[in-house]
């Protein structure tokens, strides 16, 4: 008995046909779903990040998902920011000048003196003291010899800043937590409250050293020794006396015309208080509060800077400075920060053991003066 083939063989096929005709369409939207993928992610990329920040680079990403949430180094061995030999990792560009800009924005020294950035842990520059000798002649008269300038060199003491801000496994875990601003407000407030006070009043010993730290002269700039700083006294032995308003008007003219140009007064917020309630003999106040968000106070027209490791007023204390910062008090910093991940330490919680090396010193001692507590 023959067997009917052509039904068997008709249904063979139309089920051949659909199974081809469902893997092209599962192929398709496939196809179709890579493309919105790429077209996702392209917008993504041109569209720009509600802060206004660009989009963090391959290495960011690598050194935040990679070394700070998850520890693993070896994602960060082709990054030519690692440092793993050191003892840390060098944290990318983008979170150094995301660190840099928060301490600027905190640190009140660091806001107007000199900054250099260096590529190693010593810095030095030379500085003439007397002026470079010149002279004035004719067209075609003979140029006699001038006098050899004198030069002074400045090697800012300098010494390891470090900070060891700490985060829970959990935090870290958490895809929501901003791990890299997180950890560029802690080291920035960390390194600022540590750098703040040697500015001021560093030793110099493993540290830079303050501008209140070395010797003072009632001296003026002819007769005073490079390198000290002038003070004008108060006129009274325990406090800012009675006619404060006028010595400080001297302090702003001992001063050269030259460096008052971008000068700023330095003091703490108890003497600021004091300073405030000072009126001149019509009854306007010295003090000017900044009429611009944004715009610092000013003191007989100069932006006052509130350093809080600055003395209290007090006899034989330096409560108040004035001067250009930006040519008197130099800042050298080697300008990448190692980070070191220590998650053994103090479990559960993950440190973060930021290191960088900073230096700073008096650049030039005309250009800041300061107010003595003295009779």
């Given at each position: 008995?023959d067997?009917?083939?052509e039904?068997?063989d008709?249904?063979f096929?139309?089920?051949t046909?659909?199974?081809a005709?469902e893997?092209?369409?599962e192929a398709?939207r496939?196809?179709?779903?890579?493309v919105?993928?790429?077209?996702d992610r392209?917008?993504?990329?041109?569209r720009?990040?509600l802060?206004?920040?660009?989009?963090?680079s391959?290495e960011v990403?690598?050194?935040v998902?990679?070394?700070l949430?998850?520890g693993?180094?070896?994602e960060?061995k082709s990054?030519s920011s690692?440092s793993?030999?050191?003892?840390g990792?060098?944290v990318?560009?983008?979170?150094d000048?995301?660190i840099?800009?928060?301490?600027?924005s905190?640190?009140?020294?660091?806001?107007?003196?000199q900054?250099?950035?260096?590529?190693?842990?010593?810095?030095r520059k030379?500085?003439?003291t007397?002026?470079t000798?010149?002279?004035?002649?004719?067209?075609t008269a003979a140029?006699?010899?001038t006098?050899?300038p004198?030069?002074?060199?400045?090697?800012p003491?300098?010494g390891e800043l470090?900070a060891?801000?700490?985060?829970?496994?959990?935090?870290?875990?958490?895809?929501m937590f901003?791990v890299?601003?997180?950890?560029?407000?802690?080291?920035?407030?960390e390194?600022?409250r540590?750098?703040?006070a040697a500015?001021?009043?560093?030793?110099g010993t493993?540290q830079?050293k303050g501008?209140l730290?070395?010797?003072?002269?009632?001296?003026d700039d002819?007769?005073?020794?490079?390198?000290t700083?002038?003070?004008?006294v108060?006129?009274?032995a325990?406090?800012?006396g009675s006619?404060?308003e006028?010595v400080l008007?001297?302090?702003v003219?001992a001063?050269?015309a030259?460096?008052?140009?971008?000068a700023?007064?330095v003091?703490?917020?108890a003497?600021?208080a004091?300073?405030?309630k000072?009126?001149?003999s019509?009854?306007?106040?010295?003090w000017?509060?900044?009429?611009?968000?944004?715009?610092?106070?000013?003191l007989?027209?100069?932006?006052v800077?509130?350093?809080?490791d600055m003395?209290?007023?007090?006899?034989?204390?330096?409560?108040?400075?004035?001067?250009n910062f930006r040519?008197?008090y130099?800042?050298a910093?080697?300008?990448?920060?190692?980070i070191?991940?220590?998650?053994?330490?103090?479990?559960p919680?993950?440190?973060?053991?930021a290191?960088k090396?900073?230096?700073?010193?008096?650049?030039?001692?005309?250009?800041?003066k300061?107010?003595?507590?003295a009779?």
């Amino acid at each position: 008995m023959d067997t009917p083939t052509e039904p068997l063989d008709a249904s063979f096929d139309l089920v051949t046909r659909q199974d081809a005709t469902e893997q092209a369409v599962e192929a398709l939207r496939g196809d179709v779903d890579e493309v919105k993928s790429r077209l996702d992610r392209v917008s993504r990329a041109a569209r720009p990040a509600l802060d206004g920040s660009a989009a963090p680079s391959l290495e960011v990403k690598g050194f935040v998902e990679g070394y700070l949430r998850r520890g693993r180094e070896t994602e960060l061995k082709s990054l030519s920011s690692a440092s793993g030999t050191e003892g840390g990792y060098t944290v990318p560009q983008e979170i150094d000048a995301l660190i840099a800009a928060r301490l600027k924005s905190i640190s009140p020294i660091r806001s107007i003196a000199q900054v250099v950035q260096t590529g190693s842990a010593g810095y030095r520059k030379l500085i003439t003291t007397g002026g470079t000798a010149s002279g004035w002649v004719s067209e075609t008269a003979a140029r006699p010899e001038t006098a050899t300038p004198e030069f002074a060199e400045i090697a800012p003491p300098s010494g390891e800043l470090y900070a060891n801000p700490a985060a829970s496994q959990a935090m870290l875990d958490d895809a929501m937590f901003d791990v890299q601003s997180w950890l560029a407000d802690e080291i920035a407030m960390e390194f600022a409250r540590a750098e703040g006070a040697a500015f001021v009043n560093g030793s110099g010993t493993n540290q830079p050293k303050g501008f209140l730290t070395g010797a003072t002269s009632a001296a003026d700039d002819a007769a005073r020794a490079f390198g000290t700083l002038q003070h004008i006294v108060s006129g009274e032995a325990a406090g800012l006396g009675s006619t404060i308003e006028l010595v400080l008007i001297d302090l702003v003219h001992a001063l050269k015309a030259g460096h008052r140009q971008g000068a700023s007064w330095v003091m703490n917020s108890a003497t600021l208080a004091e300073v405030r309630k000072l009126k001149t003999s019509d009854g306007a106040f010295l003090w000017q509060p900044g009429l611009v968000d944004g715009q610092p106070d000013r003191l007989l027209g100069y932006p006052v800077a509130e350093a809080e490791d600055m003395p209290d007023v007090a006899a034989d204390a330096c409560p108040i400075a004035f001067g250009n910062f930006r040519a008197g008090y130099l800042i050298a910093e080697r300008s990448a920060t190692a980070i070191l991940r220590d998650p053994f330490t103090n479990k559960p919680f993950v440190h973060f053991y930021a290191t960088k090396r900073i230096g700073g010193q008096v650049l030039d001692s005309d250009a800041i003066k300061l107010l003595k507590i003295a009779a």
